[in-house]
Structures are given as structure tokens and as C-alpha cells.
């Protein structure tokens, strides 16, 4: 019984080994040869190939001369189906290109010959591409689109195409001329770094035109003449989008160059050296939009053959593969207006230290001007600076007081100075001694006695305070705005000194010019105020509020370190019609009896203003910011002045300068 069952199981046995044996037909052998072309030829190297018909190094060469005008792009490339015929085998190969945002996908054929135990592919140039030829490689050719303009209020021309001219030394032309001597005088000329230039052309080619400037054509001062002039020095025209001058509303626009060597590397294959693109501002946020998407075309050309033998060639030799059009990109619209961002920049000209005035219609919240003044540096204080607000934060500690039950004509006491927990607190220099005593609350917000707000701080706490702030549109997103801003920060939470500082503007309350200038217009519309900048923001949708990432430094003074709270939803108990009034009847108050009387000579409709001074740093006497705010007709503006000294005597001359240009 056992030898006959152990004969059972031997047949058994011989009878699968048969049947393996009958469905090893090379099948897995020929599948594993085709997957290691489709990786060898997805990572551009069959070096270690075998390879029939050619020797590998050599095929190796071809396919990257093939390839060549693609780099650094790779194919994705997959085998399909292996298809067999005894020692023959033949698959498709699908490959795949990023080109740009579109992808080129196209499928060519693999022969493959069994020869022993191995399989190697029958090396063809169609392998590569089925159009392709023997003696082709692929040619690349990339055609940018225009890029597109920022626009301002009525469509206005902010960021557009304007000749210029780049300045520099072309060695094609130096002849026998010393290049260093002419780069010398070349720097010298345009006012750069002389040294530095003379060392990049010595280091450039033969061939190479080294640019030292690119000018404006429209009011430049250095002439054709005196550029030729120079041995081996040319000018060559061109435009560049760029704004009305050099200086309009940079830090908000931001600016458009050609890409730097990190912004190439950052863009992982999406930029290439030459690539126009946006830094700093709208113009480096939306980018995307404003750049649009190159066309591309891929064609067989003749390897060899040179640009110009190609140019001169009738008809053309090239055959196109594989094409994607040009997509211009999209303007992109704001609410800027440009005459009063020229006035408001204007305004600033002369100012020293850091500074800004922002201007908004109340009646929609579209942002008619943002400008930092030429002590900024190129940050754009009026959005995303961060500092104290002083007395201006007044605005907010009466709409507390009067949800609290005080009305404008409510007593409050202002006392010379004021002592909490040990710190005493005063009046700014030349407070009124008529205004002391018990004064209605209009008569305290027009002198701005910091006494009797900050006595007034048992009737409102700070969590009062905060939700204040908020009812003004402070502190909360701004879903409309478009662009990157700091709208302030008001701790919920304060207890003592820190609580009756919050009282004046100070502590940890921060503000910048942009939400203070929402303060005033929120009072002005009689509801929050919500900002809008970019009017077609597309899928960009930067988070308004919160502490911002920009371009450039803030000045020292400034506060951007400090806890800014993350930018809450709009506030569930906005400023009412009644409320809003009454903080406008106590903002008149500031320019018919208080300490802006100046104002009350700006022509047009009544000017309702609050003035503010932040004391900070650890000099003594401290330095102090200078704030003004103000709302005339369908306009609230705010001003201000790092290391300003008063609000009254420093911001608000320019508000009223301002002001009355503005019309």
C-alpha cells in the first residue's frame, strides 16, 4: 500500500513540473527586461541596459542628445502589455511629460530579443518617440506671454508695460578696448557698484552682453551719447511692467524682475532663467495670475544644425510634436486710487522716520490708498505695521463706555494724573486746565484726557474693550481685502496697569495704520467696515489679520514680535447707526473744541477726527508715535508717524494737507 501510494504522488509530482515547464515560455523573463527599460528610459540613462543592435554607451549618448533641449524635465514611463513570439517580444512604452502645467503623452514601441537566458531591446531611434528620425533631436522652443497690469480705481493703469532700456557692455563690440577699463567707466556713469561690474564682465564670455542698469526711458538723464561714448557700451530698448514711477505704491504693488537663481530653485521646474516674475506685494502674491502660462512647442530638428542655419532654412526643417498655447494672464483689479495714492505718497515725502497714511471709502471699504512714507525702507507700514495706537483707541473705549450707559454728555472726572497699582499716568504736555474737573465725556475724547479714561476703567472691562474693537472691525478677518494686513490685536484678558494702559491705546494694544483707518470709517458708515483692496483675487486667498510674512523689515520701534491674536470672525455684535453717531458727535467735538481745530478749515463736508500719541521705548522723557485719524464725507483716513512726537502738532498737518488736496 505505501509503495504504491508514494508511486501516485512521484507521477503527480512529474506531471505539475511538466505543466510549469510547458508555461515557462520566457513570458516573466521578457515583462522584467520591459520594466527596466521603461525605468532606464524614465530616468534618461540605459547605461546598464543590454542592448541589441547598438552598443549601450552609445545608445546612452543618443537618448540624452535626443532629450537634451527638455532638461531637467524627466518622463514618467510605463511598459504595457508584453506581447510574445518565441525569443521575440515586443511592448508599448507610455510616456509622459510635464510640460509646464500640461502633460505630453505619446506611446512608442519596444522590440526585445531573447539571446540565452537574457533579453535585450532592439535599440531603434522610434523607441525614443515614434515620429522621431535618426539624426533628430528634440528642440524646445518657449514663448512667454505678457504679463498682465495691475489696475487701479476706474481701471487705471497701475502696473503696466513701459519702455526702458538696458545699459551695458556687449563684447561682441569691445574690439581691441580694454573691458575692464570700459566697465569701469560704464559704472562710474550709471552710478553702480564699479568693482563689482568690472568683475562680472571680465568673468562673462565673448559673446556675452553684461547689464549694469536697466532706466526708464521716460526722464532718463543719461543719454544714447553718452553710453556710446564708452568703448563696447550699448543701450538696448525694451519694456518691463512697471508702475507709474519707482517709487508708487511699491510696498503694496511690490515689484517685477527676472528670477533669481533661489526663486528658480524654490519654483521646483515651474521658472527657467529669463522668467519675468513678481517680489514683494500683488505682484509676488498673485504671480500666478498676473504671469499666465508660456506657450510650448516641441519639435524634431535636425541635430547640428545651428539657430541661424534653421532661420535661413525655407521651408522650415523642424516638424511640431507637441504644442500648448500661450495663456496671457488675468489683470489683476484693485480699488487703489492713483491720485490720492500720489497725493498721499507726496504728503510723506518729506517725512523721516518711518510713516503712512491710509485712506478708505467708508461706504463700500475699498482701499483708495495705502502709502508708506520714504522712512518705511520699503515696508509697507500702512498695512502691516504693528505699534500702539495711543488716544486714537479712545474711539473704542467710548463706544464701551456708552454700551455701558454713558452718553457724550455723561460727567467723567479728568484729574492732572491718575495712580494704579503704583504707576502713575498723566495728560499729554499742555492739557487745557479749563477741561479739568468733571467734564462731559465729549469734552475729555476732544482734549484727550487720559485721567479720566483711565478712571473710567471699573465701568469697562477689558473683555469689553475687545469686543469694542471688534464691533469697529478691528482684530477680524477681512475676507475681502485680498492682500496681506495686520487689522490689530486687543487682549480679551488685563488686569491693573495693563488694563488702564489698554484704557489709553497702550499695554499690549496694537494697531496699524490700515485698521485704525477702519476704525474711523466703521464710525463713519455706522457699521463695520470690512477693506477690500484686490477686487478679483481668483483662488488666492490670504489670511487678513493674522501677523503677516512680507517682504522687508519693519522699523525698530515697530511691535512685530508682539502676540498678535489669530483674526477672529466679524464681530456677532457690530457698532449700531445710534452708537456710530455718537462717536462721530465726539469726533467733531475734536475739531470744533478740542485740539484739531486746525481741521475745521479743510473745505467740503465736516471733519470729525481723534488725535493720538503712544509713548514707547525706555527713554526718558519716551518717545512717542504720532497718530491721527479723521472722517471727511465718504472718506476716513488715518496718518501716522513713528518717533513723531503729538498726533495734533505732527500727523495732523499732513492729514490736513491731505485732506484738502484730496477735494
Known amino acids: 500500500m505505501g509503495k504504491t501510494k508514494n508511486l501516485v504522488l512521484g ?22 527586461a520591459a520594466k527596466q527599460l521603461a525605468s532606464s528610459l524614465a530616468a534618461l540613462d540605459v547605461g546598464s541596459l543590454a542592448v541589441d543592435g547598438k552598443d549601450a554607451a552609445a545608445a546612452n549618448e543618443q537618448l540624452k542628445s535626443v532629450f537634451a533641449a527638455l532638461d531637467p524635465a524627466k518622463p514618467s514611463v510605463e511598459s504595457g502589455a508584453v506581447k510574445l513570439d518565441g525569443d521575440k517580444a515586443s511592448v508599448p512604452l507610455n510616456f509622459t511629460w510635464k510640460i509646464g502645467t500640461a502633460e505630453w503623452k505619446y506611446t512608442s514601441q519596444a522590440a526585445l530579443k531573447k539571446s540565452g537566458d537574457k533579453w535585450a531591446v532592439q535599440w531603434t531611434t522610434t523607441l525614443l518617440e515614434p515620429d522621431l528620425k535618426d539624426g533628430e533631436v528634440l528642440d524646445k522652443t518657449v514663448t512667454p506671454p505678457a504679463r498682465a497690469e495691475i489696475l487701479g480705481a476706474g481701471d487705471a493703469k497701475l502696473i503696466s508695460y513701459r519702455p526702458v532700456v538696458y545699459v551695458g557692455i556687449d563684447k561682441t563690440t569691445i574690439g581691441s578696448a580694454d573691458p575692464a577699463a570700459s566697465a569701469a567707466k560704464l559704472a562710474q556713469l550709471v552710478g553702480v557698484d564699479e568693482a563689482a561690474y568690472v568683475k562680472q564682465v571680465q568673468a562673462s564670455g565673448p559673446q556675452a552682453f553684461v547689464s549694469a542698469i536697466t532706466l526708464r526711458q521716460d526722464g532718463r538723464t543719461i543719454t544714447d551719447q553718452q553710453i556710446a561714448a564708452i568703448p563696447g557700451a550699448r543701450g538696448i530698448p525694451d519694456s518691463l511692467p512697471l508702475a507709474r514711477t519707482r517709487t508708487f505704491a511699491r510696498a503694496v504693488l511690490g515689484t517685477v524682475a527676472e528670477a533669481s537663481a533661489e526663486q528658480i530653485q524654490k519654483a521646483g521646474g515651474g521658472l527657467k532663467a529669463g522668467d519675468v516674475v513678481g517680489t514683494g506685494g500683488l505682484e509676488e502674491q498673485y504671480d500666478s495670475q498676473l504671469r499666465g502660462q508660456d506657450g510650448v512647442s516641441i519639435k524634431v530638428r535636425p541635430q547640428g544644425m545651428t539657430d541661424d542655419q534653421i532661420k535661413a532654412a525655407k521651408p522650415d526643417p523642424r516638424r511640431v510634436l507637441f504644442s500648448v498655447d500661450t495663456k496671457p494672464g488675468d489683470p489683476l483689479k484693485t480699488t487703489l486710487d492713483p491720485r490720492l495714492q500720489q497725493l498721499a505718497e507726496d504728503t510723506l515725502a518729506v517725512v523721516g522716520p518711518a510713516s503712512a497714511i491710509v485712506a478708505l471709502r467708508p461706504s463700500t471699504g475699498a482701499v483708495l490708498a495705502a502709502a508708506s512714507g520714504p522712512g518705511s525702507n520699503g515696508y509697507n507700514t500702512a498695512m502691516l505695521g504693528q505699534y500702539a495706537p495711543g488716544s486714537t483707541f479712545k474711539i473704542v473705549d467710548s463706544l464701551a463706555l456708552i454700551r455701558n450707559g454713558m452718553t457724550p454728555d455723561s460727567k467723567v472726572e479728568c484729574t492732572p494724573t491718575i495712580t494704579v497699582d503704583g504707576r502713575t499716568f498723566k495728560n499729554a504736555e499742555g492739557y487745557p486746565a479749563s477741561s479739568l474737573g468733571a467734564v462731559p465725556l465729549r469734552d475729555a475724547f476732544a482734549h484727550s484726557c487720559n485721567t479720566a479714561f483711565i478712571s473710567s476703567r471699573d465701568k469697562v472691562s477689558q473683555a469689553q474693550l475687545e469686543s469694542a474693537a471688534t464691533s469697529l472691525g478691528l482684530a477680524v478677518q477681512a475676507p475681502k481685502l485680498g492682500a496681506d494686513a495686520f487689522l490689530g490685536s486687543v487682549p480679551g484678558n488685563a488686569d491693573g496697569t495693563e488694563h488702564a494702559a489698554s484704557m489709553i491705546g497702550q499695554g499690549k494694544v496694537l494697531l496699524s495704520p490700515l485698521a485704525a483707518a477702519i476704525m474711523a470709517a466703521s464710525v463713519a458708515h455706522g457699521a463695520p467696515v470690512s477693506p477690500q483692496l484686490v477686487l478679483n483675487p481668483g483662488a488666492v486667498s490670504p489670511s487678513a489679520g493674522a501677523t503677516p510674512t512680507a517682504s522687508g523689515s519693519p522699523s525698530s520701534s515697530a511691535s512685530p514680535a508682539a502676540p498678535a491674536s489669530p483674526a477672529a470672525p466679524a464681530s ?60 471727511h464725507g465718504d472718506l476716513a483716513v488715518a496718518v501716522f508717524v513713528e518717533d513723531g512726537g503729538l498726533g495734533a502738532t505732527t500727523s495732523g498737518p499732513l492729514l490736513k494737507s491731505f485732506l484738502t488736496a484730496a477735494g
Do not use: Q, Y
Not at 590 to 597: C, D, L, R, W, Y
Open 11 to 32: 507521477l503527480a509530482a512529474l506531471m505539475i513540473a511538466g505543466s510549469l515547464a510547458a508555461c515557462d515560455d520566457g513570458r516573466s523573463g521578457a515583462e522584467g
Open 572 to 631: 456677532d455684535k457690530p457698532v449700531t447707526p445710534a452708537e456710530a453717531a455718537a462717536l462721530g458727535d465726539m469726533m467733531r467735538a475734536v475739531v470744533t473744541s478740542g485740539h484739531a481745530g486746525f481741521l475745521a478749515s479743510v473745505p467740503g463736508a465736516p471733519v470729525g477726527a481723534k488725535t493720538g500719541t503712544a509713548e514707547f521705548g525706555n527713554d526718558n522723557p519716551p518717545k512717542t508715535h504720532a497718530w491721527i485719524v479723521a472722517v
